[in-house]
């Protein structure tokens, strides 16, 4: 869906992990692990709807925009590469710290 919808939140968990603070697969049937995703993407949406209400990233987006000219991407899709970034750096550093 976020690749056709452009308001539409990535779930993935590097996002997750920095918004929810977990990335953690939940156990279960089926319709507990779908209940579970489901319940993580609404914060992450209401986390981005919070953002852009408030104007919060606004000098992030400006520093987005110098780093990629010309990039054209919607704002929700610019938060979607800011988190995954954010979660994936935060991964690397874990890895680094558990050597």
Known sequence: MNTIDKDFPIYDSQVSKVIIGTDHRPTGDF???LSVYKNRHEIIKKTYA?????DSFSSIF???DKSFPGNELHEVKKLD????SNGKLKAQKEQLNRK
């Open 81 to 84: 590469f800011i988190f995954w």
């Open 31 to 33: 319709k507990k692990k």
């Open 50 to 54: 919070h953002i852009l209400k408030n």
């Open 62 to 64: 400006n520093e987005f």
